[in-house]
């Protein structure tokens, strides 16, 4: 198969990115498929890459991923295109230029998405390609947009009776509000009445410093990779991290600090179709997380090799474990997943009780992320997860195009 690799985006994430990638085209069976890889600039605008970026990283496992931002070497996208013309450039693989008013279709069997973050996990990309009748790995436009918005996933969660931490969500309106109450929603916490009389970010403070005490966590509602997260002792340190939390999203949550193990668990299969075979819902062993830093931030992440441990298979009990199992299934499900994605945990240290974080549903695949790790700690290798995504990505195409769309 053809397969085209995207990856950098119009992201917070988009360096994350990059190494992720570099993680997955060397992990591609290449005698049984073909790579073409298609970067996308931090303005947005994909660019065909050259097989001499392939041949790069491939022969240095060290190497990452670049972006080649030529201009003769700029990507189309045709809605309705398909495998054949869907995906348009005015260079061939090969770096050869057509006439000017010609373009050259980069044939695709499959597109693999390693975008994280905005502009590629949010169900954009998604939709872009269900428009150009690209067939892709991963979950769909709806539940790749539902899982990115941690404030809607949670509602989700707590509708199916599926325990979340507890948190406050809050808007750029509320810090400013100065009329009556914010918005307020039954099914989620939110500011209290005390809050509400006139807004602004003392109140919030006051409100969520009443129902959690500190330590509390802030973070954007829509970015990951704990981009734009901070944990606060202060009010003065709430503010900042609040502040910055907003430079990436318009929504914030702020929730209560527990005093957890943190466990993580891959999930693959296409929850909405399959019920058994290879491509039906599966967990995969349990991991935790001990960071070495104050939280799992970024750094430790993805470019401090020291920045936490990662304890393959957790220590858990057996019974522990498969709860989780039970658990990371019923939240993928919830959401309609499909493809794969990594659901987080915490475990509270004094009474044990498992409380669901967040999805990842475009989790990391550097070289020392957990997802991949997880899925071979319970025997399946990083190249046959990669088929195995492959697989369930043209299964659930093919599916999709088997429903009426018409009634003629």
């Known amino acids: 198969m053809n397969i085209a690799v995207l990856y950098g985006g119009k992201s917070g994430e988009h360096e994350v990115s990059l190494r992720s990638a570099s993680s997955v085209v060397r992990h591609i069976n290449r005698t049984k498929h073909t790579i073409i890889l ?6 947005g605008r994909w660019y065909l890459q050259s097989q001499n970026e392939l041949t790069r990283v491939l022969a240095d496992d060290s190497a990452f991923l670049r972006i ?96 979340v931490v507890p948190f406050v969500c809050i808007t750029n309106a509320d810090m400013q509000y100065e009329g ?49 997260a901070a944990k606060a002792h202060s009010r003065e340190e709430l503010k900042a991290a609040v502040e910055n939390a907003f430079l990436w999203d318009e929504k914030v949550l702020i929730e209560q600090c527990i005093d957890a193990r943190e466990i993580e668990c891959s999930v693959t299969g296409n929850a909405a179709i399959s019920a058994s075979g290879k491509t039906a819902v599966k967990s995969y062993t349990p991991g935790e ?27 858990l009990t057996e019974e522990e474990a498969q709860r989780v199992k039970t658990i990371a299934e019923k939240a993928y499900r919830a959401l309609d997943c499909s493809g794969l994605a990594r659901v987080d945990f915490f475990i509270d ?53 088997s429903l009426k769309t018409s009634f003629v």
Request: glycine share 10%.
């Open 38 to 43: 298609i970067g996308i600039a931090k303005d």
């Open 68 to 163: 080649d931002e030529n201009p003769a070497c700029l990507m189309r996208i045709v809605p309705g295109g398909g495998a054949k013309a869907a995906l348009q450039s005015a260079v061939n693989l090969e770096g050869r230029a057509r006439k000017p008013d010609e373009s050259h279709a980069v044939e695709t069997d499959i597109v693999l998405p390693v975008l994280h973050g905005s502009y590629g996990e949010d169900g954009l990309v998604q939709g872009l390609l269900e428009m150009a009748e690209l067939p892709y790995c991963g979950c769909t436009a709806l539940s790749s947009a539902l899982a990115m918005d941690k404030e809607q996933t949670k509602k989700v969660w707590m509708q199916e009776g599926l325990q």
């Open 180 to 228: 009556s109450a914010p918005r307020q929603d039954s099914s989620a916490p939110h500011l209290d009445g005390s809050a509400a009389q006139s807004g602004g970010f003392e109140k919030i403070a006051a409100s969520a410093e009443k129902q959690f005490g500190y330590p509390l966590f802030v973070k954007p509602v829509c970015a990951g990779s704990s981009v734009g």
């Open 289 to 315: 997380i001990a960071p070495a830093h104050g939280f799992y931030d970024y750094d430790a992440k993805y470019t401090d090799p020291d920045g936490a441990r990662l304890l393959i298979p957790a220590p």
């Open 349 to 401: 240290k004094k009474d044990g009780t498992l409380y669901l974080n967040e999805i990842n549903t475009l989790p990391g695949f550097t070289s020392i992320s957990m997802f991949p790790k997880m899925c071979e700690a319970a025997g399946l290798a990083y190249e046959e997860l990669i088929e195995l995504l492959l697989e369930q990505g043209i299964e659930r195409f093919k599916k999709r195009r």
